[in-house]
């Protein structure tokens, strides 16, 4: 996440990289006012709790996210390239700001189910994709929500090894094998459904 000027941008780059460190329910309001360089009144002002707080800057990050990869998904035809694309955006994020990265992939099992019916996420778009080429014909009949959860948690995992040490170095220069194995594992899953 940029570094933000002002008050809430302060407060929100502040909060993210605490919720990111400690969970949500690790950091108290006090301290993302004394990391913001601001008052607990004034991070008041703009979020009424804690819990608003890290809402607020989750559904930002997730839904925009989603967006993100919708506008990938149009700049391409072929499943393979808009996995590469929908990949190389992920580890581009994490790359650039892991902090935000991590605290959603923290804050995903208390906040998402907040996430409003009819929304765009990221699961959306990587499942619309799928069943797309289902449709065209490029891949065999398979259920587009278990292709999505296996392309995420080849991406979500590689992330989750990188925070504790286990995968170094920069994701994004591990993108282009990171987007086959997803095209592999979604090509093996629908061959083994025909």
Not at 23 to 33: F, L, P
Request: proline share 4%; net charge neutral; charged share 15%.
């Amino acid at each position: 996440m940029p570094r933000a000027v002002g008050a809430r941008g302060k407060v929100e780059q502040a909060a993210i990289e605490l919720f990111a460190a400690k969970g949500i329910d690790g950091v108290a309001i006090a301290e993302i006012a004394a990391a913001a360089g601001v008052s607990q009144g004034a991070l008041y002002r703009h979020y009424p709790s804690k819990e608003e707080l890290a809402w607020t800057l989750f559904s930002a990050a997730y839904l925009r996210t989603g967006a993100e990869l919708d506008g990938i998904a149009a700049e391409h035809v072929a499943l393979g390239a808009r996995i590469d694309g929908m990949v190389r955006h992920f580890c581009a994020l994490y790359d650039r700001d892991p902090a935000l990265f991590r605290f959603m992939l923290l804050a995903q099992h208390g906040l998402l189910p907040r996430i409003a019916a009819g929304q765009r996420t990221p699961v959306d778009a990587i499942a619309d994709v799928v069943a797309a080429a289902v449709r065209q014909g490029e891949i065999g009949q398979i259920d587009p929500f278990a292709a999505t959860a296996v392309i995420m948690g080849i991406l979500l995992q590689t992330a989750v090894f990188h925070i504790y040490g286990r995968v170094t170095g920069s994701l994004a220069a591990r993108a282009p094998a990171l987007a086959h194995a997803a095209t592999t594992a979604v090509a093996a899953l629908a061959a083994a459904s025909a």
